[in-house]
């Protein structure tokens, strides 16, 4: 990506332009994959899912780092971005229709590492436990579903704001649930954040709270590992989630990324991305 520009759109475009673009099934429509680094297939590919109301561009800025070593392939989740709604609003059909891409993306019984922020996090434990052999690990980042107390959060409307107040509002609206430091909040954040939300047709919130995860977590048979922003505004206290996912996954490895809030690959993107391939280096339990 050329760190000339600070054009959000051209950024993004610039971004999107390096990408393989694959599309497979899903409900009237289809999943729009995209994938980075196609030349790593010595090592096993990572699946990145984006947090709800997002699309792939909430990891972009961590694909460089991760594809300069793995393959990624990222989806506008069912709903989201470019790709389709599925048939049903619920964890089977969704699973279903990312199940459906797999032999386009990985062959007939290829396996990835799938890493899920958010909503994604609980999308990706519910196709770990429906289409465990195409998991080699799950790794989830600040993902709800634990049945843990809600943290504060503070979202203002927009309507009706224009101009510098609808710019402030938004501002606030990322430091209220997404980001922790108001210098984060920058002008590619601020544009993500309203291009990504007129995209997001799928009702969410019942698909992950209040314990979506945690009600099939015992039965997830791959791995898991989890990395947390230490001032995560929805679900705070990082002690708090790491004992909850023990009682699930007692040797799971569990991180914390330091000053970052929810949307932790983004705020703190060298930090994060140290973490994530420290962890992937290393070997999964069994």
Not at 19 to 42: H, L, M
Not at 205 to 214: A, G, Q, S
Not at 215 to 238: N, S
């Amino acid at each position: 990506m050329n760190d000339q520009t600070t054009d959000p759109e051209e950024l993004l475009r610039q971004c999107e332009a390096t990408a393989i673009r694959v599309e497979t099934p899903c409900g009237e429509g289809s999943i729009v994959w995209r994938i980075w680094g196609d030349d790593n297939r010595d090592a096993l590919p990572l699946v990145l899912g984006h947090g709800g109301q997002g699309t792939w561009n909430h990891w972009i800025r961590n694909i460089d780092a991760l594809a300069a070593r793995y393959r990624v392939i990222i989806p506008d989740l069912p709903g989201h971005g470019d790709s389709a709604m599925p048939t049903e609003v619920r964890h089977t059909a969704i699973s279903a229709a990312l199940a459906g891409g797999m032999p386009a993306l990985l062959g007939e019984t290829g396996k990835a590492i799938f890493v899920g922020f958010s909503f994604a996090g609980a999308v990706f434990t519910h196709f770990a436990m429906h289409y465990p052999e195409r998991v080699e690990r799950l790794i989830v980042v600040g993902t709800g579903g634990l049945d843990t107390p809600h943290g504060k959060t503070n979202i203002g409307r927009l309507t009706g704001l224009k101009g510098e107040e609808r710019t402030e509002m938004m501002r606030s609206n990322l430091l209220g649930l997404m980001l922790h430091h108001r210098e984060t909040v920058d002008d590619l954040a601020l544009h993500m954040l309203i291009a990504n939300a007129r995209s997001t047709r799928l009702p969410l919130l019942h698909l992950v709270m209040p314990d979506r995860v945690v009600q099939v977590l015992d039965r997830v048979p791959a791995p898991v590992d989890a990395i947390w922003g230490e001032f995560d505004r929805p679900h705070p206290d990082p002690g708090l989630q790491e004992e909850v996912l023990r009682r699930f996954k007692p040797d799971l490895d569990f991180r914390v990324v330091k000053d970052a809030g929810h949307w932790v690959m983004y705020e703190r993107a060298e930090a994060f991305n140290a973490e994530l391939l420290d962890l992937l280096d290393k070997p999964p339990r069994r």
